[in-house]
């Protein structure tokens, strides 16, 4: 079970800090890769970032390289996405995901899906 929380209104140019908790134990998460994808309105849903299950290797898309940091505390059983420089373009729903084989930009590769949680950039 994967729980999003830590979304808002922010101005752009400001920051959020996005968690997601991992009901699974310690065991179990410190062996999955976590990813974050995001959905705006209309538009269908899109990789955002991702780290290992060790948290030793990261990727992002390229609209928020330099922006965005993922992070993986094992734990915490908690996963993060630390939000500067905000832009009203992401704006958005955003997701984590979980796989015990795969971390990724490929959402179909994700067995476990959280809830969402909204973040709203305003201009």
């Known amino acids: 079970q994967l729980q999003a929380f830590g979304g808002g209104l922010v101005q752009a140019g400001g920051s959020l800090r996005l968690s997601c908790a991992c009901g699974?134990?310690?065991?179990?998460?410190?062996?999955?890769?976590m990813g974050w994808f995001r959905q705006s309105p209309g538009k269908e849903r899109e990789f955002v970032s991702a780290?290992?299950?060790?948290?030793?290797?990261?990727y992002y898309t390229d609209s928020v390289k330099g922006r965005f940091t993922i992070s993986k505390d094992n734990a915490k059983n908690t996963v993060y996405l630390q939000m500067s420089s905000l832009k009203p373009e992401d704006t958005a729903v955003y997701y984590c995901?979980?796989?015990?084989?795969?971390?990724?930009?490929?959402?179909?590769?994700?067995?476990?899906w959280g809830q969402g949680t909204l973040v709203t950039v305003s201009s």
């Open positions: 699974a134990s310690g065991k179990i998460f410190s062996n999955l890769g």
């Open positions: 780290i290992s299950w060790s948290g030793g290797s990261t």
């Open positions: 995901a979980a796989s015990r084989s795969y971390f990724g930009g490929t959402s179909h590769e994700y067995v476990h």
